[in-house]
């Protein structure tokens, strides 16, 4: 039985879809904010495997009764808040989502293990789910790995990186077995529409203009969503307890370059009449306080020690993407009818 904290969210619900064409058995623990989506998961929700508890990961006394009624042989903590703007506007959400959230878990985690059989405890694994944006920014050459010094920037990244130490303590102080694993900028089909690249996808499939942040020169390393479920199935098989694994794709591409092949791919699939091309509808505006300038992952170690490789390039990937937003008016649209606006966030809001 495995644990997945965040199951209805992007990249939980890839992996809950994967575990459940495995037939693997799972208790889906989120507590269905407003980047949730049930209807990420209605293929799944009927499978005699999954189970669904709508509990806050902060609460104790829920949490330990997840332990103590599932008695789970792996937890993958993927619940989060994760956008950096939200961040600058509401940092107090990110540090008890992110933190407190974590570190709940972490102490119910540690008192079911300790209450397992031998054999059990051997082989239970705390799977934390993180990002590489803990590191800070790079200039123009180098890549993140497994020893890149932490140097957050923004409130999210700073939050993650204390949940990433809380975990390593964890294992170091109590000898709960954890790994935990750091990812580049993900994307792929049911992602909230608050990030770039679904959120660039909407407004041009609207005609809205299209904000790009500064000179669109910001450079990200983008993973498709199903190669990062890929990579962490692979980390709960075959990881090392104790170690920590990064996971990138190696597609680097400046924030105006995913905006520019998004308007191409979206005028193929839906033209706009007389045949305006959507780039027209860039535009260029005040960047985000404290913007990093580069993100890319070295995944040496993954590719070598645990043998996972992307499957998608970026190109196939990204047109996945706005094939799927473009068929798929059914899932986003009620995000919008309860009062998603795609408003700009980030430039500083209540504390």
């Given at each position: 039985?495995?644990?997945?904290?965040?199951?209805?969210?992007?990249?939980?619900?890839?992996?809950?879809?994967?575990?459940?064409?495995?037939?693997?058995?799972?208790?889906?623990?989120?507590?269905?904010?407003?980047?949730?989506?049930?209807?990420?998961?209605?293929?799944?929700?009927?499978?005699?495997?999954?189970?669904?508890?709508?509990?806050?990961?902060?609460?104790?006394?829920?949490?330990?009764?997840i332990f103590e009624r599932y008695r789970p042989d792996a937890v993958l903590h993927l619940a989060a808040e994760s956008h950096v703007d939200r961040s600058i506007d509401a940092p107090a959400d990110f540090v008890r989502t992110n933190v407190v959230g974590t570190f709940t878990l972490l102490v119910e985690a540690r008192r079911h293990w300790e209450s397992l059989p031998d054999e059990r405890a051997r082989h239970f694994r705390f799977i934390h789910v993180s990002t590489d944006e803990v590191f800070g920014s790079l200039g123009a050459t180098g890549h993140f790995n497994e020893r890149s010094p932490y140097d957050p920037t923004s409130p999210y990244s700073a939050s993650k990186a204390g949940a990433d130490h809380l975990?390593?303590?964890?294992?170091?102080?109590?000898?709960?077995?954890?790994?935990?694993?750091?990812?580049?900028?993900?994307?792929?089909?049911?992602?909230?529409?608050?990030?770039?690249?679904?959120?660039?996808?909407?407004?041009?499939?609207?005609?809205?203009?299209?904000?790009?942040?500064?000179?669109?020169?910001?450079?990200?390393?983008?993973?498709?969503?199903?190669?990062?479920?890929?990579?962490?199935?692979?980390?709960?098989?075959?990881?090392?307890?104790?170690?920590?694994?990064?996971?990138?794709?190696?597609?680097e591409r400046t924030n105006l370059d995913v905006v520019t092949a998004i308007c191409d791919l979206v005028d193929l699939a839906d033209p706009r009449p007389r045949g305006a091309p959507r780039r027209e509808l860039i535009r260029f505006v005040e960047d985000r306080p404290g913007h990093d300038h580069r993100y890319a992952i070295d995944s040496t170690r993954i590719t070598t020690e645990l043998g996972w490789r992307p499957r998608h390039s970026f190109e196939s990937a990204l047109a996945e993407t706005v094939r799927w937003y473009t068929e798929n008016r059914d899932w986003w649209e009620p995000l919008l009818e309860r009062g998603y606006t795609g408003q700009r966030l980030g430039l500083g809001g209540r504390a």
């Open positions: 039985m495995y644990l997945v904290t965040g199951g209805a969210g992007f990249i939980g619900s890839a992996l809950v879809h994967a575990l459940v064409r495995q037939s693997a058995p799972l208790v889906n623990v989120d507590m269905l904010t407003y980047a949730a989506n049930p209807a990420s998961l209605a293929e799944v929700s009927g499978a005699p495997e999954y189970h669904f508890e709508r509990v806050d990961i902060c609460e104790a006394d829920a949490v330990r009764d975990v390593r303590a964890w294992h170091r102080t109590y000898g709960l077995p954890v790994i935990v694993t750091n990812s580049s900028n993900n994307f792929g089909p049911r992602q909230f529409p608050e990030k770039l690249i679904p959120h660039t996808i909407l407004e041009a499939l609207a005609g809205r203009p299209l904000d790009v942040y500064g000179a669109g020169q910001n450079v990200r390393d983008w993973l498709y969503v199903e190669d990062h479920v890929a990579a962490l199935l692979a980390v709960l098989e075959r990881g090392v307890v104790g170690e920590t694994y990064a996971i990138g794709a190696g597609n």
